[in-house]
């Protein structure tokens, strides 16, 4: 069992930065690929970025590319999401996961295991 707290969220004006936070509990986290996905009202949850457990492999979502970066501290069991330069459209409620042990990055939901409750992140006009 694997929880996740997510943390970093708020209000933002457009063009401004926030990094997310998300803590992972136990002792498998360096063996689990992590990512980050959003979901805004009336709208399907969508992928944003992944990380491998070994830092190796990372995959954006392509409208968040060179504005995003996703990071991970495995000594802290933490997985970072730095946002810069947002924009309207990037408000959602973010999500953090984690994937199966030993398994590669994926880019869809189903690809993961463990679920945060999630950080509202607004970005205003």
């Known amino acids: 069992q694997v929880q996740l707290v997510e943390s970093g969220g708020g209000l933002v004006q457009a063009g401004g930065s926030l990094r997310l936070s998300c803590a992972a509990s136990g002792r498998t986290f360096v063996s689990r690929a992590m990512g980050w996905f959003r979901q805004a009202p009336g709208k399907e949850r969508e992928f944003v970025a992944t990380i491998s457990g070994d830092y190796g492999r990372i995959y954006y979502l392509d409208s968040v590319k060179g504005r995003f970066t996703i990071s991970r501290d495995n000594a802290k069991n933490t997985v970072y999401l730095q946002m810069n330069s947002l924009k309207p459209g990037d408000t959602a409620v973010y999500y953090c996961?984690?994937?199966?042990?030993?398994?590669?990055?994926?880019?869809?939901?189903?690809?993961?295991?463990?679920w945060g409750q999630g950080t509202q992140v607004t970005v205003s006009s």
């Open positions: 996961a984690a994937g199966r042990r030993g398994f590669a990055p994926a880019s869809y939901g189903s690809g993961y295991e463990y």
